[in-house]
């Protein structure tokens, strides 16, 4: 999906932000608020995607500042809170649909994880994943069928901490095919790296891991490594967790294996989807 009115003031905020987490110098800080500035200032257009100009903005961040990853503090925190709610919610999944069956209570425990959010504050964060995961859009039984029929799928990871909920419907997803779990190669903004996934422990559950290619929330498809597109282009279905994955593929011709799942947190994606803000989607597309 392409940039709408709104989201100048998201990256405008995405900026500051940024900015803020990768130095204490004020003098550094303002250089890479001014130089990331220049990026959305010269950039912004309707015709474009988020994702390409948020790719840039968080280069010239880190460059200017000289902090490989400003968000790391965040994501461990996030991390530390996914990875004590997990366990919890995993428990309670059964319990809270008794009448849903096991991919059906993976896949709510996958999507009640996207509520972490980089904007909110560890307390709400907590707040949302908590609740009861109910899908606008679920098209589940149909990702179902579809799957007994997979020999390959490539499972695209968000933010850090949701690795600890995408855990059981990887494995649940690996009773039918190949599954190889897509993270990003190095930082940006929260999202889950190689890195992260080696100091989680849990690396060796996922089985096969790899990346993008590319430090870029979502997928730029022009930036991503040779291996990843063909990786890409042979999956038989493709899980894409968060906004950044249905905005990258959203702009690709529906082939019927883009399975997404997510929160739409804001109003440009939750419009483009046709839901209410907030709202829970697990759609075939």
């Not at 889950?192 to 891991?209: H, I, M, N, Q």
């Not at 739409?264 to 994606?269: E, G, I, L, S």
Request: glycine share 4%; net charge negative; with cysteine.
């Amino acid at each position: 999906m392409k940039l709408a009115p709104g989201c100048y003031d998201c990256l405008h905020r995405l900026i500051h932000q940024a900015a803020e987490l990768a130095t204490d110098d004020a003098s550094l800080r303002q250089r890479a608020i001014n130089e990331a500035m220049k990026i959305l200032d010269g950039e912004f257009s309707y015709s474009q995607l988020s994702l390409v100009i948020v790719t840039k903005i968080h280069k010239v961040v880190r460059e200017v500042t000289h902090n490989p990853d400003p968000y790391r503090v965040m994501k461990e925190r996030e991390m530390m809170l996914a990875g004590e709610l997990c366990s919890e919610l995993s428990s309670w999944a059964k319990q809270r649909n008794p009448h849903d069956d096991e991919l059906h209570a993976c896949i709510q425990l996958a999507a009640a994880a996207n509520a972490l959010d980089f904007f909110k504050d560890l307390g709400s964060i907590r707040d949302d994943i908590i609740k009861p995961v109910s899908f606008t859009i679920d098209n589940s039984d149909q990702f179902e069928a579809k799957l007994k029929n997979a020999g390959k799928v490539l499972y695209l990871a968000d933010n850090a901490g949701e690795l600890y909920f995408d855990l059981p419907l990887v494995k649940w997803i690996k009773q039918f095919a190949e599954v190889t779990y897509v993270v990003k190669p190095s930082a940006v903004q929260n999202d889950l790296t190689l890195e992260d996934v080696k100091r989680s422990g849990l690396e060796a559950e996922f089985g096969r891991v790899t990346s993008t290619g590319v430090a870029s929330p979502g997928i730029v498809f022009s930036l991503a490594s040779a291996q990843f597109k063909r990786e890409f282009e042979s999956a038989d279905l493709i899980v894409a967790k968060g906004m950044g994955h249905y905005e990258a593929l959203s702009e690709l011709p529906s082939e019927g294996r883009f399975f997404y799942c997510l929160k739409a947190k804001c109003h440009p994606v939750s419009d483009s989807l046709g839901v209410s803000i907030n709202s829970y989607v697990a759609m075939l597309q």
